[in-house]
């Protein structure tokens, strides 16, 4: 007979939401999703992120709180999240033994600049990323507006293990079982993993594929390196592939943009050390 344990309830706090962990998705040994309810009060742009977290263990009126991208599009009834399990980490250690039917914190107000706000008109998006760095693609990748501004949405993402490319499935059948997008993704949507440590069909890292021209082979069409005329980008993951992505860009002459300031590229900084 399985004996469920009972939901980890957690003291309401002023100055955050409280939500309830709707289901958990174990990856591998040290990634996880999970989804929580959507506080109906909660509006964001699709590539934002929130704060997540926990009370503190020795004292609980001080949460333990990281910043989350938000991995489900704007319009979903749940938010879900992406994230790494380190053993020893403060929040991640205990987070990534949640359950469906306990409760974290969330901030209350969204924010980032890894949206379509941040940049101009073009052609081809590409979301270029690392590890869980996917999670705000994953949330652009399914927002039907980004279709309506993008010829063509290119998800890249650079991992060390095959069993480290989350939401592969999915994302290789070309988000086929979305109510939304799943007709236009079919045709504009493009899915390039690529793998360091392993055996791959594509290996290398991002920047290894841009510099050969890997990255815009077929089926991804038009110019063969990146065009600051007609090509949008946006970066997250690790700190050494922005910074030597967003080096390239700049040499090519394409800007960096913001929500006051659109460009040709955008970087969420809040994860850049």
């Known amino acids: 007979m399985t004996v469920l344990a009972e939901p980890k309830l957690i003291p309401d706090h002023k100055a955050f939401l409280t939500v309830n962990v709707k289901w958990v998705r174990h990856w591998n040994e040290h990634l996880f999703s999970f989804a929580v309810d959507r506080p109906s009060s909660l509006r964001f742009r ?3 992120f929130i704060m997540i977290g926990l009370p503190g263990e020795e004292d609980a009126a001080k949460p333990i709180m990281r910043a989350y ?7 979903s009834d749940e938010l879900e999240f992406l994230s790494i399990k380190v053993e020893d980490g403060p929040l991640t250690g205990r987070l990534q033994a949640i359950q469906p039917g306990d409760q974290l914190y969330m901030g209350k ?5 890894l949206v379509c706000d941040a940049l101009l008109g073009g052609e081809r ?50 988000l086929a079982e979305d109510p939304l997008v799943g007709d236009q993704a079919q045709e504009q949507f493009h899915y390039i993993p690529t793998v360091t440590r392993e055996e791959f069909e594509t290996k290398g890292r991002i920047t290894d594929l841009i510099a050969d021209g890997r990255l815009f082979s077929p089926p991804v069409t038009g110019p063969t390196k990146f065009d600051p005329e007609t090509d949008r980008v946006m970066l997250c993951g690790s700190t050494a592939m922005i910074r030597e992505t967003a080096q390239m860009l ?7 943009g913001s929500n006051a300031n659109p460009g040709q590229f955008v970087i969420e900084r809040a994860f850049v050390d």
Request: hydrophobic share 40%; aromatic share 8%.
């Open 250 to 256: 700049e040499q090519l002459g394409m800007t960096e």
């Open 69 to 75: 991208s938000i991995a489900s599009p704007s319009y």
């Open 109 to 113: 107000k969204p924010t980032g600049t």
């Open 125 to 174: 998006l590409w979301l270029l990323s690392t590890g869980t760095g996917l999670a705000p693609f994953l949330s652009l990748a399914r927002d039907p507006e980004v279709y309506e501004r993008f010829n063509q949405i290119i998800v890249v993402h650079g991992v060390r293990r095959v069993s480290d490319l989350a939401f592969r499935e999915e994302l290789a059948a070309r």
């Open 46 to 48: 699709s590539g934002e």
